[in-house]
């Protein structure tokens, strides 16, 4: 089986996606998208509680494995959000993370 670029993977999800929503205004199908974070978001929170257990009614109903593959599903959602609203995904990515990262660890003057 050959290896996919992240990228490339983000792509045919997206391309599923797009196949599988239906005639929509573009509008929509960014807002939808965006707002799916936010869903996913809220799952990673329940496994934290879960794990963590912080809610003495459900006490420990997850694991830190959950919260990793919640983690995941909150950065994919995100990647095909991205991939949504920009024509290069990956540039937009890779000039932000970069400019995150030089901002962070610039050299001590």
Known sequence: M?????????????????????ERPESETRLLRVLKIGEEFGEVAEAVHGASGSNPRKGSSHDWGHVEKELTDVIVTAMVALATVSPDP?????GRLQGLVDRVLKPQE
């Open 90 to 94: 990956q540039k937009a990515f890779d």
């Open 2 to 22: 050959m290896e996919a670029n992240t990228w490339d993977s983000i792509g045919r999800l997206k391309k599923w996606l797009d196949e599988e929503a239906g």
